[in-house]
């Protein structure tokens, strides 16, 4: 069966409110629905969470023993936690840092990544279709992995 995680990072909460000419009008409950929609039609066990407080996220990270794939959004904390990459590349766990408005088109600050290096890939600027996009690719990986 496998499992894939979906951790939401800082402000992802307030989706629907936030800026939707940045980051849209669906919810987070709304994005999670879709998620685990997804996950159910692969039979995969998925596990969404959202936290505002990073070291909560680094415990998440640090627990993934059981996870086959980590899906991320770390929000603000993409540009300035070395603790967050860390983690990720501790646990070893393939992971792919999503982000629902395009940051190489915003402000320059949220042009650089210091989590992208240590994931496979980073899904920027598709909206609320990037985690969907995301956990297609989870379920392939995982997938692909257990052929080999």
């Not at 980051?23 to 505002?52: D, F, M, P, V, W």
Request: aromatic share 6%.
């Amino acid at each position: 069966m496998g499992k894939i995680c979906v951790f939401h990072g800082p402000n992802l909460n307030l989706l629907g409110l936030r800026e939707p000419e940045h980051y849209g009008s669906q919810t987070l409950a709304e994005i999670n629905q879709e998620i685990l929609r997804i996950a159910k039609e692969a039979k995969i066990n998925t596990e969404c969470r959202q936290t505002n407080h990073e070291g909560v996220l680094i415990d998440w990270i640090q627990d993934l023993t059981a996870a086959d794939f980590l899906i991320l959004n770390p929000g603000a904390w993409t540009h300035t936690s070395y603790a967050i990459r860390d983690a990720i590349s501790g646990v070893k766990v393939p992971t792919v840092e999503v982000h629902l408005s395009n940051i190489h088109a915003r402000e320059a600050f949220r042009a650089n990544s210091v989590i992208a290096p240590v994931c496979i890939g980073q899904i920027s600027g598709l909206g609320a279709e990037g985690y969907g996009l995301a956990m297609r690719y989870a379920i392939a990986y995982k997938d692909r992995r257990a052929k080999e």
